[in-house]
């Protein structure tokens, strides 16, 4: 019997679960996985937690050796091989054994491509010296460690203030090393909408690491005395004795260049809804593989562990004949610093604006994560974005310290399961008072939502306050209000309204807000069934302190009737 031949080039997330995938599919099949690194199957998602000491077991990385591919699936593993070429006339690639140098032709049958990524260290003067690091395999993460302990750093300067960047943050404070982050972007974690990233800063500022954003790294030197300088375009110099480049990664697509295979528009290797290249030989899968965005239909690079996971199994039916189809990428992704949970899912408000939406709306909430009368409830901070006619979930972000990923989580299915805010509304999740809500933070979207495209509650644009001719109404207790309001509001407690509401213009808009939206919401239908034009301010004065940090402070001018 012809046994099927099947190559796998890359065995860490992608390759290896394809590989096992694969042999639990066909018994019978050849299964070569070649790796250029020293392990496969390790957990990238765990190193920033190794170099911090969070795990302090090297081994605990590795998930499966060599070893176990071979005897629990009959799986030959060589680590080390590098797949330097594909010949796909010949249908044989050629493998670099690094340890000698020698090179070898293995045929396949079928070819998986799962080379992963590499981290981007731009050409900047000084990239290469001694100290600057990136984080991608476990030796990396070994030096890294290494240069920990044996130069014992004060201070450690990380560039790029995205996932990995921040995550890193977090595990070199917790080496008890004081850390600068510098981002590009106005904002850490850039593809989180600014608003919503801003929980986020406040919550590392609060812990101690030194935020600069909105400035461009441009280079490093080295000082006489062995430590180093970052410098930026605006002129700013930054000593440290540590640096750690998390400034992106870009897909590992040479071989595949190579090979001729088609590339898509944004770098990746182009495939089809089962993973097959242009080549109908050859699969790719993982960080290598531009997808297509759940929500927006756009082709993206979302390098996540998840996605890569699923691909490798799809890429393993097709190659036994099954017709499984990859759905897509949605961008569910959490990270997690000094307590706090950072989660998102779907499409953002940004991605939605970059590719031309119009119909969607966006309502922010900052519910308990579980009863306010139990001990320990926590806010999360909610942003939940929905089609405006119809209702489609969109995408969602949450910031918060208890429960943000489970309500992201949820939100996420929903958005593959194409629910809309109705579904939220009427979604059943589990409660009992140290666990969430009889009206859970997802049912609260859900209705908050719903509320606005059965159009019982229209929502005031939070980036039209500056120009609006609105008057701006707070319904909150004045001992609230004098606390802190928005700049120009008059403020009419909700239980006084319907007695004061002669002191309120017809004649123009009323925009109304609370502290988190529900008062202000009772106050819309209050004033709605009573003649007046309303609109909520989603997400109240809690949203206002995030918008516009700036404006805290009460104004002159507002006042206190
Ligand atoms: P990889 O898992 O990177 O595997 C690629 C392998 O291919 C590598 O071992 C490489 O050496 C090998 N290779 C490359 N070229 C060749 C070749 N020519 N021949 C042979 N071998 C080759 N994602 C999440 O969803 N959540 C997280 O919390 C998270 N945290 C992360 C933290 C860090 C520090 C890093 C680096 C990544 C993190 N990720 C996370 C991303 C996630 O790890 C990747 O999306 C996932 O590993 C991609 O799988 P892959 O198979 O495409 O590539």
Redesign the pocket.
């Given at each position: 019997m012809n046994r099927k031949r099947v190559v796998i080039?890359?065995?860490?997330?992608?390759?290896a679960t394809c590989a096992a995938r694969l042999r639990r599919l066909d018994e019978s099949a050849d299964i070569l996985v070649?790796?250029?690194?020293p392990y496969v199957s390790f957990a990238?998602?765990g190193?920033?937690y190794y170099v911090g000491n969070v795990i302090q077991d090297e081994c605990k990385l590795l998930l499966a050796s060599p070893e176990l591919f071979r005897d629990r699936f009959n799986i030959e593993v060589r680590t080390k091989h590098?797949?330097v070429a594909i010949d796909r006339r010949e249908h044989t690639v050629t493998v670099r054994d690094l340890e000698t140098g020698t090179e070898s032709e293995e045929h396949y049958d079928a070819l998986v491509l799962?080379?992963?990524?590499v981290p981007i260290r731009p050409a900047w003067p000084g990239t290469g010296l001694p100290g600057i690091f990136t984080?991608?395999s476990v030796p990396d993460s070994r030096e890294i460690r290494n240069w920990i302990e044996t130069r014992n750093p004060r201070s450690a300067v990380v560039v790029g203030g995205g996932f990995?960047g921040l995550e890193m943050a977090e595990n070199l404070r917790h080496r008890g090393i004081a850390v600068t982050v510098v981002e590009l972007a106005k904002q850490v974690m850039p593809p989180l909408d600014a608003e919503m990233a801003e929980y986020a800063r406040q919550h590392l500022e609060a812990h101690g690491v030194n935020l600069v954003l909105g400035e461009a790294v441009v280079g490093f030197e080295r000082r006489f005395n062995g430590g180093l300088v970052v410098r930026t375009q605006s002129g700013t110099a930054f000593e440290t004795e540590l640096v750690v480049l998390s400034i992106g990664v870009r897909p590992?697509t040479q071989?595949a260049r190579d090979a001729g295979l088609a590339m898509g528009e944004r770098g990746g290797i182009r495939v089809d809804d089962q993973m097959r290249t242009s080549d109908p030989s050859i699969w790719a899968?993982?960080?290598?593989v531009e997808v297509k965005h759940w929500v927006t239909g756009q082709w993206e690079l979302i390098?996540?562990?998840?996605p890569?996971n699923r691909q490798g199994r799809v890429a393993a039916d097709a190659i036994c004949g099954r017709d499984t189809i990859f759905r897509g990428v949605q961008g569910t992704?959490v990270c997690g610093f000094f307590g706090l949970t950072v989660a998102l899912t779907g499409a953002t408000e940004k991605s939605l604006s970059r590719n031309g939406w119009r119909d969607y709306a966006a309502v922010y909430l900052h519910p308990s994560h579980h009863v306010s009368y139990y001990p320990g409830a926590k806010v999360i901070h909610l942003k939940l974005l929905f089609r405006k006619s119809d209702g489609l979930v969109l995408g969602a972000q949450g910031v918060g310290e208890q429960g943000v990923a489970r309500r992201i989580d949820v939100i996420a299915q929903s958005i593959q399961m194409k629910a809309t805010v109705f579904d939220l509304e009427e979604a059943e999740l589990c409660y009992a008072p140290q666990y969430g809500g009889a009206k859970d933070p997802v049912n609260f979207a859900g209705m908050i939502a719903s509320n606005v495209v059965r159009g019982d509650m229209e929502l005031a644009p939070w980036s039209g306050l500056d120009a609006t001719s609105a008057t701006l109404l707070d319904v909150r207790e004045p001992h609230e209000f004098r606390a802190g309001s928005i700049e120009g509001a008059i403020n009419i407690p909700l239980g006084e309204l319907r007695a004061r509401s002669g002191e309120l213009p017809r004649s123009k808009e009323i925009w109304v807000n609370c502290q988190v939206g529900q008062r202000a919401y009772y106050a819309c239908r209050i004033l709605a069934q009573h003649g007046f034009r309303v609109r909520n301010l989603s997400g109240g004065y809690n949203t206002y302190r995030v918008l516009y940090p700036e404006g805290v402070p009460q104004p002159a001018g507002s006042q206190v009737r």
């Amino acid at each position: 019997m012809n046994r099927k031949r099947v190559v796998i080039a890359g065995g860490v997330a992608g390759g290896a679960t394809c590989a096992a995938r694969l042999r639990r599919l066909d018994e019978s099949a050849d299964i070569l996985v070649l790796d250029r690194g020293p392990y496969v199957s390790f957990a990238n998602c765990g190193l920033p937690y190794y170099v911090g000491n969070v795990i302090q077991d090297e081994c605990k990385l590795l998930l499966a050796s060599p070893e176990l591919f071979r005897d629990r699936f009959n799986i030959e593993v060589r680590t080390k091989h590098e797949v330097v070429a594909i010949d796909r006339r010949e249908h044989t690639v050629t493998v670099r054994d690094l340890e000698t140098g020698t090179e070898s032709e293995e045929h396949y049958d079928a070819l998986v491509l799962s080379p992963g990524a590499v981290p981007i260290r731009p050409a900047w003067p000084g990239t290469g010296l001694p100290g600057i690091f990136t984080l991608r395999s476990v030796p990396d993460s070994r030096e890294i460690r290494n240069w920990i302990e044996t130069r014992n750093p004060r201070s450690a300067v990380v560039v790029g203030g995205g996932f990995i960047g921040l995550e890193m943050a977090e595990n070199l404070r917790h080496r008890g090393i004081a850390v600068t982050v510098v981002e590009l972007a106005k904002q850490v974690m850039p593809p989180l909408d600014a608003e919503m990233a801003e929980y986020a800063r406040q919550h590392l500022e609060a812990h101690g690491v030194n935020l600069v954003l909105g400035e461009a790294v441009v280079g490093f030197e080295r000082r006489f005395n062995g430590g180093l300088v970052v410098r930026t375009q605006s002129g700013t110099a930054f000593e440290t004795e540590l640096v750690v480049l998390s400034i992106g990664v870009r897909p590992e697509t040479q071989l595949a260049r190579d090979a001729g295979l088609a590339m898509g528009e944004r770098g990746g290797i182009r495939v089809d809804d089962q993973m097959r290249t242009s080549d109908p030989s050859i699969w790719a899968i993982g960080d290598a593989v531009e997808v297509k965005h759940w929500v927006t239909g756009q082709w993206e690079l979302i390098p996540l562990a998840g996605p890569a996971n699923r691909q490798g199994r799809v890429a393993a039916d097709a190659i036994c004949g099954r017709d499984t189809i990859f759905r897509g990428v949605q961008g569910t992704a959490v990270c997690g610093f000094f307590g706090l949970t950072v989660a998102l899912t779907g499409a953002t408000e940004k991605s939605l604006s970059r590719n031309g939406w119009r119909d969607y709306a966006a309502v922010y909430l900052h519910p308990s994560h579980h009863v306010s009368y139990y001990p320990g409830a926590k806010v999360i901070h909610l942003k939940l974005l929905f089609r405006k006619s119809d209702g489609l979930v969109l995408g969602a972000q949450g910031v918060g310290e208890q429960g943000v990923a489970r309500r992201i989580d949820v939100i996420a299915q929903s958005i593959q399961m194409k629910a809309t805010v109705f579904d939220l509304e009427e979604a059943e999740l589990c409660y009992a008072p140290q666990y969430g809500g009889a009206k859970d933070p997802v049912n609260f979207a859900g209705m908050i939502a719903s509320n606005v495209v059965r159009g019982d509650m229209e929502l005031a644009p939070w980036s039209g306050l500056d120009a609006t001719s609105a008057t701006l109404l707070d319904v909150r207790e004045p001992h609230e209000f004098r606390a802190g309001s928005i700049e120009g509001a008059i403020n009419i407690p909700l239980g006084e309204l319907r007695a004061r509401s002669g002191e309120l213009p017809r004649s123009k808009e009323i925009w109304v807000n609370c502290q988190v939206g529900q008062r202000a919401y009772y106050a819309c239908r209050i004033l709605a069934q009573h003649g007046f034009r309303v609109r909520n301010l989603s997400g109240g004065y809690n949203t206002y302190r995030v918008l516009y940090p700036e404006g805290v402070p009460q104004p002159a001018g507002s006042q206190v009737r």
